[in-house]
């Protein structure tokens, strides 16, 4: 896919940030700072606005707000932007720590800071709502023809027709024989032999090539062929045969290496903001909540039955690494509390119990389990030990959830699947759950299901019991 204008949006969207950079940085001047004016700190004006020049350059280039404008979608642009600007009001401000003259003061920053979020975001918006308008002008539109019918050339034509911003225009597909299911969308065309006579007859500029990889020879052939017409030849691997999910490409060198899934988490900036996010969210809550909130409880327990306050259980925690789980009793000691799940109506559960599981105020010992490091807020839910052993047998990918520290909390939960699994299905979507957030895990993530967490926990869960 090429855009025509590619390179011209990039360096008008740059132009108008600039501008309004420069703009914004006047104007806070003659308004925050009006003695600026005066000639003998005009060189220290000029210094301050080369440096916040110099430090957008630095932000808007570590976040590649610029990078493929006219390729990226709407929600990821945002996001670019809005790091861009945190990081444009951090960096000053560390830099002010160091080299207290070299700033200007803070309210002058923040004033700084707030008129260029509105303009440069109302911008931001602007640009996208033209740009979903009138993309489809600032495209070089390609024909292409694909090869193969199989499982690749369905997804590249499902891709292409549903994303005509692309600029592929799919004139129809090759193959030995048709399938029916892919003539539905797309025109057959003949057999693969055909296919470099006809793109080379229609005008076509470039072949895709889904076929399988039995059939390398073919291609090989067909590669050099589409060479002499002057045909870029695209190869779409068709993974399917021994892998049934998306796959991601990293690099060894020169040598591709396939992942079956994207973990952001592996990525040792994302693991730090995760655990600094865990360590304050714990370390406030402990302070401010559970200081006062533990006793109140531990009383209530005590004076509802016999037993200790809390319960400690252990469960499966990253790499599969048992840890005790902390929770408060909220039940009848017990010979099956460690192989038995609570059901609707369970005889074990005590009356402070009930409203503990309810509230899951049972749940929050576990903030003692983040800060000493065998849990997290937010991720997967730990299971007993004899639950892991018994649904790893049965449900696929259970045992993807231990790559990532266990939470108090998770997407699966906030979704509507807690409590008592009864079937496999019911296991099967809290880990299909699971694995969607460790695979699309990012902070937001993380405070949205926080605050769903809160709202759920007010309103009580039918499912907590």
């Given at each position: 896919m090429q855009y025509k204008y590619g390179t011209f949006f990039k360096l008008l969207n740059a132009l108008i940030d600039y501008l309004v950079l420069n703009v914004t940085l006047a104007i806070s001047l003659l308004i925050i700072w009006p003695e600026a004016v005066e000639a003998s700190i005009v060189n220290d004006v000029r210094f301050h606005i080369l440096l916040f020049n110099l430090l957008w350059f630095f932000a808007s280039n570590s976040t590649k707000l610029y990078d493929r404008i006219l390729k990226t979608e709407a929600i990821p642009t945002l996001k670019k932007a809005m790091w861009t600007l945190a990081l444009f009001l951090i960096t000053p401000i560390l830099i002010s720590f160091l080299v207290p003259k070299l700033i200007v003061p803070l309210d002058y920053l923040f004033s700084i800071l707030l008129v260029l979020a509105g303009v440069i975001l109302t911008c931001k918006i602007l640009f996208l709502s033209v740009r979903k308008s009138q993309r489809r002008y600032w495209v070089d539109y390609k024909k292409v023809v694909i090869l193969g019918s199989g499982q690749a050339a369905h997804e590249l034509s499902e891709f292409f027709i549903e994303n005509p911003n692309t600029g592929y225009l799919i004139q129809g597909y090759f193959d030995d024989e048709p399938n029916p299911s892919l003539s539905k969308r797309i025109k057959y065309l003949g057999k693969s032999d055909n296919a470099i006579e006809y793109a080379s007859e229609n005008g076509c500029s470039e072949i895709f090539s889904a076929l399988r990889a039995d059939r390398l020879d073919k291609v090989k052939a067909m590669m050099k062929e589409a060479d002499k017409k002057l045909i870029r030849f695209r190869l779409v691997p068709d993974?399917?045969?021994?892998?049934?999910?998306?796959?991601?490409?990293?690099?060894?060198?020169?040598l591709p290496v396939l992942s079956t899934r994207n973990e952001p988490l592996e990525v040792k900036v994302n693991e730090m903001v995760k655990q600094g996010f865990d360590y304050v969210f714990a370390a406030f809550t402990t302070l401010f909540v559970l200081s006062w909130l533990v006793p109140i409880i531990a009383i209530a327990i005590k004076l509802d039955s016999r037993g200790p306050v809390f319960f400690r259980q252990l469960r499966s925690g990253k790499d599969n690494k048992p840890f005790f789980c902390l929770k408060f009793r909220s039940m009848y000691v017990n010979a099956e509390a460690d192989s038995k799940q609570a059901t609707k109506g369970d005889k074990r559960i005590t009356r402070v119990g009930a409203f503990l599981r309810k509230t899951s105020l049972d749940e929050l010992p576990q903030f003692f389990n983040v800060l000493m490091g065998d849990m997290s807020i937010v991720g997967p839910r730990p299971h007993m030990l004899k639950h892991t052993e018994d649904y790893s047998e049965v449900v696929n990918d259970f045992m993807v959830r231990q790559y990532v520290t266990p939470g108090i909390t998770g997407w699966a939960?906030?979704?509507?699947?807690?409590?008592?699994?009864?079937?496999?299905?019911?296991?099967s979507k809290r880990v299909k759950a699971d694995l969607w957030y460790m695979e699309n895990w990012s902070l937001?993530?993380?405070?949205?299901?926080?605050?769903?967490t809160i709202f759920m926990a007010l309103k009580g869960d039918e499912k907590a019991y």
């Open positions: 993974l399917t045969a021994f892998i049934e999910k998306n796959v991601f490409i990293d690099y060894c060198g020169a939960q906030v979704n509507g699947y807690r409590g008592e699994t009864k079937e496999t299905e019911s296991m937001l993530l993380d405070l949205k299901i926080v605050f769903l």
